[in-house]
């Protein structure tokens, strides 16, 4: 069997949508499992759409996402360039071989002209105009430097089909079938005809894409055969869906790698949960290494059917991934997040970090969960009493007034958190208590709240002794 080769071609627009992202994984996913090879291909020939510096945002989302090439604009290989605005030449000349066969033509026709064809319904189907004329106008015409494209030459009876991997087989009536650009008038191909020659040239076996161009796929066929070229497989992908009729929208905020990364997601996570867009494993784990993904995926777990984007679930990933982290990296990546919240250059980060590593989903929720800790103010009794550990107003009030000399006794270097869990357990043992009891009054008393992200060992290690104290003193006299 041949090398498997796929390819990712991204449009450098500046930001990479995560559909794009899975074709990206999807294509990395099938050529490593296969053992083949990757490329990566710039397709910038819309200079309308051209945004500089897209290409290093590729690259650097795709490294991020634990994704790389073998050939590529950086890698090099091959049958580079890998930048299809360097590759102008090559297309004008296979375009020109097209003519010669009949495939193609050359089309003079206006703007104006062009615009006239439109029916009804405003769609304008080019109407071969220009296939009708003679080799002399031709000749003629473009001696004289008349701007012209260059279109292919459609079938107008029978019918075009081909199998997708995914989608099946694909059948369209070849009078469906508009004669489409394949170079512009400023010399660029259009993606129509620029796909197909790269494809070829970079000896492309599987082509992974969005299903968007399923339907032209035909076209990109009819070429293959004019030239005499074998044609690749294809593995058209579903849709991600913002919900059951829109697809995931191309507004900031919801639908780009970096507004994910922005809110707190870690690359991993979004790589995992965007692998399961459109693919379901024959297990049902969910969470996967990205050796795991290479093992496992399988284009025939790919749906047809749009994947409904589950921020829920992907929220439930990055939690686990980020219990996972190495503490210290763990707090690079939240040190912003307490950087932009209300404790900043108040509190120590790396305290704060520990009782927050497993309570949150995203890195940004520590803005809120920080928030507790200013929280203090007179609060009702009540929130002690817990009929479970069987604490009442009285006991609270025992547990404090017998704690705080304890406490107040410690050395401002004995303040810290696992001290703490000590010497609350002692005062447990020494008066009779439960631990849990002790816990618990300390912590109502500590925040003023009923519930917090970390136990009361914690939040006094983070307030420190002297604040401490004088919140337990404060919540006692509140009791009286
Ligand atoms: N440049 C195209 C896009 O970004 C690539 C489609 C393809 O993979 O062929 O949509």
């Known amino acids: ?37 990757y490329i990566l291909r710039i397709e910038d020939t819309d200079l309308d759409r051209y945004v500089p510096g897209a ?33 102008k030449e090559i297309y ?31 769609v304008k189907k080019y109407d071969k105009h220009c296939l009708k004329l003679s080799k002399e106008e031709i000749e003629e015409k473009l001696r004289s430097g008349i701007p012209y494209v260059i279109r292919q030459n459609m079938p107008t009876t029978g019918v075009s089909k081909y199998t997708d991997l995914v989608y099946g087989e694909i059948v369209i009536e070849n009078k469906e079938l508009e004669d489409q650009v394949l170079i512009k008038s400023d010399g660029f191909p259009t993606y129509n005809f620029a796909n197909v020659i790269d ?24 070429l293959y055969d004019a030239f005499g070229w074998e044609k ?68 025939k777990g790919i749906s047809r059917s749009g994947a409904i984007f589950d921020i829920n679930k992907l929220c439930w990933l990055n939690s686990e991934y980020i219990k996972e982290l190495d503490f210290d990296k763990f707090m690079v990546y939240a040190t912003p997040y307490f950087e932009q919240s209300s404790i900043k250059n108040r509190y120590d980060y790396r305290k704060f970090g520990k009782i927050l590593q497993t309570r949150i989903e995203t890195f940004a929720d520590v803005i809120e969960k920080v928030k507790f800790i200013d929280e203090y103010q007179q609060f009702d009794p009540i929130l002690y009493e817990n009929k479970k550990l069987k604490i009442d107003i009285p006991l609270a009030k025992d547990i404090l007034s017998r704690s705080i000399p304890i406490l107040e006794e410690l050395d401002d270097n004995m303040w810290y958190a696992e001290k703490m869990h000590e010497v609350i357990v002692k005062i447990a043992e020494r ?50």
Request: proline letters at 5%.
């Open 55 to 87: 290409v290093e945002v590729i690259y650097d989302t795709l490294e991020r996402s634990g994704i790389y090439f073998d050939e590529g604009p950086n890698e090099g290989g091959p049958y580079g360039p890998y930048v299809q605005s360097l590759r």
């Open 1 to 37: 069997m041949k090398k498997v080769r796929t390819r990712f071609a991204p449009s450098p627009t500046g930001y990479m949508h995560l559909g794009n992202l899975r074709s990206a994984l999807y294509g990395f996913l099938f050529a490593r499992q296969n053992n083949g090879e």
């Open 232 to 299: 690749p497989q294809y593995i058209h992908l579903p849709p991600i869906m913002k919900d059951e009729t829109r697809k995931l929208s191309k507004r900031h905020g919801d639908a780009y790698f970096d507004d994910f990364v922005k809110k707190g997601f870690l690359p991993e996570a979004i790589v995992n949960y965007i692998a399961l867009l459109g693919w379901s494993p024959k297990t049902n784990q969910e969470k996967f290494t990205m050796e795991e993904l290479i093992q496992q995926f399988d284009i």
């Open 431 to 480: 008066f009779g208590y439960k631990a849990a009891q002790v816990y618990t009054v300390l912590r109502v008393a500590l925040s003023g709240l009923s519930v917090t992200p970390g136990g009361s060992a914690e939040i006094a290690d983070i307030l420190g002794k002297n604040e401490s104290i004088r919140r337990l003193k404060q919540s006692l006299a509140w009791l009286d």
């Open 199 to 222: 494809d070829h040239l970079m000896h492309v076996t599987h082509v992974m894409r969005g299903n968007e161009y399923l339907s032209s796929t035909p076209k990109y066929n009819l």
């Open 92 to 122: 004008l000349k296979y375009a020109k071989e097209l003519v010669d066969k009949g495939a193609a033509y050359y089309c003079f026709c206006t703007k104006e002209r062009l615009e006239s064809l439109a029916d009804e319904t405003g």
